[in-house]
């Protein structure tokens, strides 16, 4: 299958995903910590030091997402959530980071990041991200710190992979006291589906297509 009937076979399923959920999945109020999560390209939900571009179906907390991001020469990228379900159904979120430094051998990914940015769901959130891939072990880390916008308090996150096999990646993330872990099946290059439990109770499915430039 060449790279145009394998997008066109991919829109056509993701179209299908994103029909279906709306009709059967229960509309509820977004969780507290939603403006921040989904603020731009992520282990799971939380964002990391790099600039990717992708189209996601995200199916979390009863409710469904689209998100789409898109990088400008891995130093800019622009990211848009729009809530499928729920309450906040069909609402935009905006948000954008900036690569301060790009990764290396031996330097990790640098960005600056502000989540929500059209304000929404709420006051703007801004962030921190670093990232480090060790290509030799399969493995990377991500870490970074946002500012709550409501009591200002800082708050750290989190997150490690680690590559099982050629077509299974291991993953865990956490933000606010709070962990997720899960696994990342790629059956195709670029092509990722993401499973994971949070908090112990909530299940996070993510249909991730990336593309690198």
Known sequence: MNKNKFFATFS?????????????????????????RYSGSSVFSMPTGNCTSSVSYINDDGN????????LGNLIEVSVLRRLSGEKKNVNTINGKLALICEGRLMPAISIGAAD?????GDRIY????????????FSIHAGVCRDPINKEKKTFFGVEKVIFPLLTVAAERYDDVNTYGIKLSPYPGVSLDIAQRDGKEEMFNLVYSRKY
């Open 64 to 71: 469904s997402h689209c998100f789409v991001s898109q990088s």
């Open 12 to 36: 056509v399923a993701l179209i299908g995903l994103f029909i279906s959920s709306a009709q059967i999945l229960k509309a509820e109020d977004a969780p507290t910590d939603f403006r921040f």
């Open 127 to 138: 962030f921190a991200a670093a990232s480090k891939n060790f290509e030799d072990f399969g």
């Open 117 to 121: 940015v059209n304000t929404q769901l």
